[in-house]
């Protein structure tokens, strides 16, 4: 328990120094102006993650159930499914206000810091990204070996802030931090994948990237053509921006529901909104 405890450390800390690290370095080079843009691209970020963190709570523990009962298949199923509708959840939400950020941020604000918008969007695409990884991290987690594991992931995580130090001192601007932590973030994401059969040889990283990351791959490209087509060639105003986010969402339901999803899947996700609505309606 003591030695899992320390490299859990170990893991916690190279997050920790990730994020807030950049911070520090964003405050030493910009000032206090873009650190708050910063800001409020976190409390949208918050606002949004908060509805997928209660779902992440209920599967983990199934997750490390089903590995702690030699059930690999059905562990492996649960981090799939788990990492595509984590994933799914967030992006019916994030896709209308990374579209429609620069109209929403000047709703909100009565002054909007530069580089806010820019900040929104790219951290909104960065929390999907990382959503996907989460059932791996408590997959590896449930083996009880993660020294290598958080040694390498770990060590990946780190790169970001020296990363960033050089990018800022050649010139960039603040929005390449975010940048870079969406490419330390795709190894990191890559280095979990092949570090599970290391510990569990019966896991396939290829069937997590066809299962996983080509299908939401598709329902991204698939949900994002028309409110984007839309956001072009209309003119940013209040009814065009409803109308762009009521569209954002009802077309990354469909291509969830129809192309992310498999038949047993949308056959439960439709009988249980039949569930709600009669509840709602009585009937």
Known sequence: MLGYSVWQFVGSTSWILKNQGVNILLNLYFGPVVNAARGISNQVHNAIHHFAGNFMMALNPQITQSYSAGNLKDSFSLVNRGARFSYYILFILSLPVIINANYIMHLWLTKVPD?????????LIEMMLTSISRTLITLQNATGKIRNYQLIVGGILLLNLPLCYVMLELGFSPVIVVLVSLFVESLAIIARMYMIPFTIPEFKPWNYIRSVLLNILLVTVLASVLPVALHIVTEENFVNVSFNIVVSICISSLCILYVGCSRHERTVILGTVAKVK?????K
Not at 115 to 123: D, P
Not at 278 to 282: D, K, V, Y
Request: a positive charge; aromatic letters at 14%.
């Open 115 to 123: 580089y806010s918008v820019a900040f929104v969007q790219l951290i």
């Open 278 to 282: 009669t509840r709602i309606l009585g």
